[in-house]
């Protein structure tokens, strides 16, 4: 059978766990077959981590694509996170440790946070939320953002949270198809050594929505516009509240929060997700993923609260598990592009979980300046959010984690609501850029076209194959998109098609190839961007790249390469080292494969989240007028690439024969 990919790159080093982390280790190997033998058990033994008010009567209804988990059961997720801790007798044990980016910082205890929470949670009561309303969270990196949302699952009311870097424009839409009366935002945040305002946003964002309370923090101590009898400041507010608060256990299937994430079309998805099966999957694969040991681990989730690794791995999975957590509000450059790395020393950080494109910034800034910290109190290293090639992860685990943690890189989505994919730190032997198999309890195949299961070394697409407790219960308010994205695909086999291309190798591991709507077809032959962009960024002269498949009248799509260079590489040379790093993908990936064209640029274009805009990079190489750009975290990105393509090389495009 023909593959759906091109099996290219070929990967052989390999990293099995440090014995001492695989002797006390979280979770075993002889968690896979248990799972095997018994999913449902499997999960109803999960979700026994939690403290629930009354036992669920049925694990799973599953009516395709709708699924009930725990059906029966009632919790409160806020007293799963918080307070259960304190009547443990953990009410001392910090829970964050929060730093300001101007260097200010707040230490939480668990005792503090259940007050502040259940302040929080009165406030937004004499607001007039009840449970099932929605709430919109709009907030920088401060610990109240975290409250604010515990306030919320306590009282059963529904956050949706929007990135602080999102505009007006996106704050309103989905305050409007959320249907939210109550507004949580603060004067302002900082990032890169300024204030940035947030309140004169959110006074933009609500007009003409269903908003009639802004609760404000301040933060910044900027000026602000102040209505009254709308705007109410939150030290006004919640501090006057009591700090004792009578929780309600909800339904397992009450939701919890809906977040906006990008489609393939111009409105964003609201994802719901629910209580019970969520907080049993992220309590789990934080605990098995991270090997979390709540006594002695710290641990440092870099993401933001807007995005679902922040509901997911800062709040919801790590509070659960009683972690002990840095929470940072600022840029990783600022003051110094050290600053990552004296958090980690300053906490004695123990588990460090950040993203691909972070690493490679990392990279470009050079590795001597991990190289002046200590860094010994590392023993677990996680990457998400977007495939990671073996340079960039190589260089993680030997310049972070001084080739003595292991790096685990987890797959998952906004849709799945927690890790499905990953190593496991204590059982796999690590392959670079390789996110490896399902996790116990999860089922993942890599498919064809029609459905049916590729065999070992070959690619396709990923299907999860079975429903997983932390599925998404649909889109809000849309479940015939809800289907017609996820399930109409395999609807035969019932899968969800998760959008990303994916090859199995020759052991069965799963290598994710990033967005299916990035493969590209050259002469025939199906390439992955991320393939090409690996090889360029094993190159020692390359710090970043993005590839695009550009339109091509001989062989139907091109590979067009956009690289950034080291520091030491100057434009000068630029020339020659194009023509060596053209033969240097075809060296590592084979002809088929070379770029018909490569440009040196100074930046790339890029989302807030960091996602490398592919589309405008298509726009500039198949040489048309750009598309929206308003995405964009850094509006000028563009015209520095497009002045800059005069230094390019082009190579002919020689159809290469099947
Ligand atoms: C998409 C989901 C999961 C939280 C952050 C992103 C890509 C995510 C990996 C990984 C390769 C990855 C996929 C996925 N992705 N993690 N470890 N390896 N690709 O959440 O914004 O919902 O994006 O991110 O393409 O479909 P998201």
Known sequence: MESALSNLLHEDRRFNPPPELAASA??????????????????????????????????????????????????????NCVDRHVEAGYGDHIAIHWEGEPGDTRSLSYAQL???????????????????????????????????????????????????????????????????????T?????????????????????????IETILVVRRTGQDVFWRAGRDIWWHDLVDAQSAEHAWQAFDAEHPLFILYTSGTTAEPKGILHTSGGYLTQVSYTHHAVFDHKADTDVYWCAADVGWITGHSYIVYGP?????????????????????FWELIDKYRVSILYTAPTVIRTFMRWGEQLPAQYELSSLRVLGSVGEPINPEAWMWYREHVG?????????????????????????????????????????????????????????????????PWPAMLRGIWGDAQRYQDTYWSRYAEQGYYFAGDGAKKDEDG???????????????????????????????PAVAEAAVVGAHDCLTGQGIVGFVILRGEHDCGAAQVLLTQLRRHVTDQIGAIAKPRQLMVVPELPKTRSGKIMRRLLRDVADRR????????????????????????????SIPEPR
């Open 26 to 79: 979280n979770v075993t190997e002889a968690a896979y077959a248990q799972a095997e033998q018994d999913r449902l058990r499997f999960w109803e033994e999960q979700a026994r981590r939690l403290s629930w008010s009354q036992p669920w009567h049925t694990t799973l209804i599953w009516k395709p694509p709708f699924a009930q988990w725990f059906v029966g059961g009632k919790l409160n997720v806020a007293y």
């Open 114 to 184: 259940q007050q502040e929470v259940s302040k929080a949670a009165h406030a937004l009561t004499s607001l007039g939320v009840h449970p099932g309303d929605r709430v919109m969270i709009y907030l920088p990196m401060i610990p109240e953002a975290a409250i604010s949302m515990l306030a919320c699952a306590r009282i059963g009311a529904v956050h949706s949270v929007v990135f602080g870097g999102f505009s007006a424009q996106s704050l309103r839409s989905r305050a409007n198809d959320a249907g939210a009366a109550v507004l949580i």
């Open 186 to 210: 603060a004067d302002g945040g900082f990032r890169r050594g300024s204030a940035h305002a947030l309140k004169a946003i959110a006074d933009e964002a609500v007009e003409g929505t269903g």
């Open 319 to 339: 509070l659960s598990n009683r972690v002990t957590q840095v929470m940072y509000e600022g840029a990783p450059d600022t003051p110094h592009q050290g600053r």
């Open 402 to 466: 001084r080739g003595r943690c292991p790096v685990v890189d987890t797959w998952w989505q906004t849709e799945t609501g927690a890790i499905m994919i990953s190593p496991l730190p204590g059982v796999s032997s690590t392959k670079p850029g390789s996110a490896q198999r399902a996790l116990p309890g999860i089922s993942a195949d890599v498919v064809d076209e029609t459905g049916n299961s590729v065999s070992y070394g070959e690619g396709g697409y990923l299907a999860l194959t079975e």
């Open 509 to 539: 591991d799963l290598w994710l190839l990033g967005r299916v709507d990035d493969v590209m077809n050259v002469s025939g032959h199906r390439i992955s961007t991320t393939e090409v962009e690996s090889a360029l960024a094993s190159h």
């Open 625 to 652: 007028e750009l598309g929206d750009v308003t995405a964009l975290a850094e509006g000028g990105v563009m015209e520095m690439i497009r002045a800059s393509v005069s230094v390019d090389s082009v190579a002919p």
